[in-house]
Structure formats: C-alpha cells, structure tokens
C-alpha cells in the first residue's frame, strides 16, 4: 500500500497564531517542531500498519518547515515550492489514498482557525462550476486526477466539517482544536492528539475502500473574487477564457483542469 500525505500548517495541534506560521516571527520553531512530531506520528503508525511507500509533501508556505533532522526516517519528504503541476511530485495513480494533514477552512469561513484560500491577502473565494472551494477541495482535486481518493483530513472542527461537506462523510476525519476566531480556539493537547491520531490513522486505513477520488467535469469555469482592484487591473482579460466580472471578480473558462488551477496555484 502507498499513501501520500501533504501536511499544512494552520490545523497542525497546538498551532494558534500569526508568530507560528510565518518564518521569522517568535514562535515559528516552536510550531515547526509540532508539526514534525505530527506527521512523524502519522508515518509510525504507517509503518505499524505495513504501508511500506510514504511520501510527505510539507505544502504550508515556502515548503520548509519540517525539521529534516527529526523526520521520521521510513519516508520520503518532497519540500520546497513549486507549480501547480508539480504541487505533488512523485503523485501517480499507484498511491491507495492521500491524507491532509494540519489543514483549515476555506476563507470567509466563520470562526476557524486562519481561514484562508492560497493566501490571506490575495483572494476572498473560489468557486469552480458552482462549487465555493477552498485548500481542501482544491488539493483532492488534484489528487483526484490520479483517481487518488482522500482517506483522512485533520485540522479544526471547521475544516472537518468542510470536508463532510465537500468529499461526503466516508472521509475520517480528526479535530486537533476548536476554532472559536481565526487565532481563538478551545486546543487538544499535542500529546493526547498524538496517542488519537494512531488509532485514527488505523480507521482511515480501515475505511479506505469506502472513500472515491474527487472529480469534477470539464468544462470548467471558475469565479475568483479577488481581494482588491489592484490586483485585477493588472490581469490580462480577453473576454473569451478570462473575464471580468466587477472590480475584483473574474471568471476563467478551461477544458483543461490544471491549466485551470494555474491561473490561482
Ligand atoms: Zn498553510
């Protein structure tokens, strides 16, 4: 059994605020820390299971935040930033399922922790054939283009609830922490997260006949409401595959899924 994990930031246990996620600030090591026990409890119980092949993309801002020293040493760990059509290198249709993990609500999300979608300053929503669509949807889109299906999210109770939503309740799920504003929440304990999380990893390995790959069908037009006119007046719009809507509203028409993406990946 293969399983690709792509690990985020914001819904990782004991991650709260701004100082946590941005390289730089007061609290950044301290939260790069947690998030490579995370994941190196994950791979444990992996391994425990048999899943022989792991590969572990570290997706939350420039790719960098794993410890390399601390990572577990039975799995691959692709860092670094990259295209859309490289966001998951190594990716292919032989991997059984993929997990998300530390990931967070879509932007305009009430009450969650950092709900954001791609970035907090660049647009408000995405919606792609009527769907409103945020990191979670985004990424089992792709995953879903090597027939992939999502086996496990976790991250706040928002986010789990998008992903019920959005991918239907055969996906487990896990909520590390209670978002009560985007940096206000009721936290587990890391280290009652990690005793969980291996027997939650053991039922979404359990279930994984249950969970589909993600689809959507082409053609594809998706409605971006970016976050200020500036930004849109720079677009070049043809009025045929890129349109203006309003100030900050465009609409891209593609066949093409990943060419699709490009214009916000
Ligand atoms: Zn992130």
């Known amino acids: 059994m293969k399983i690709y994990i792509s690990v985020d930031m914001e819904g990782i246990a004991g991650i709260l605020l701004p ?12 939260a790069r820390k947690l998030m490579t026990r995370e994941v190196n409890v994950i791979i444990e119980e992996l391994i425990k299971i048999g899943v022989k092949d792991i590969v572990v993309k570290d997706a939350h801002g420039s790719g960098f935040n794993f410890l390399i020293e601390d990572l577990h040493p039975d799995a691959l760990y692709v860092m670094g930033g990259l295209r859309v059509d490289q966001r998951f ?24 922790i950092r709900d954001h979608t791609i970035s907090s300053h660049s647009w408000q929503s995405i919606t792609i054939n009527g769907i409103e669509i945020g990191e979670i949807g985004l990424d089992s889109l792709l995953f879903g283009l090597h027939n992939v299906p999502i086996m496990l999210v976790t991250g706040d109770d928002k986010a789990c609830k998008e992903v019920k939503e959005f991918l239907g309740e055969d996906v487990v799920t896990y909520i590390t922490k209670y978002s009560l504003g985007r940096h206000a929440g009721i936290m587990l304990p890391p280290k009652r997260v990690y005793k969980e999380l291996a027997e939650v990893v053991k039922r979404a390995i359990d279930n994984s006949k249950k969970c589909s790959p993600f689809y959507l069908n082409p053609p594809y037009e998706m409605v971006v409401r970016y976050m200020s006119t500036e930004q849109v007046d720079r677009l070049f719009c043809d009025n045929k595959r890129v349109i203006r809507i309003d100030g900050v509203t465009v609409k891209y028409k593609e066949e093409d899924l990943m060419q699709l993406l490009s214009h916000v990946l």
């Open 19 to 30: 100082e946590q996620l941005v390289k730089g600030e007061t609290l950044y090591y301290e």
């Open 89 to 112: 290198p190594l990716l292919d249709s032989s991997f059984t399922g993929a997990f998300l993990i530390g990931y967070h609500a879509k932007s305009g999300t009430k009450q969650a």
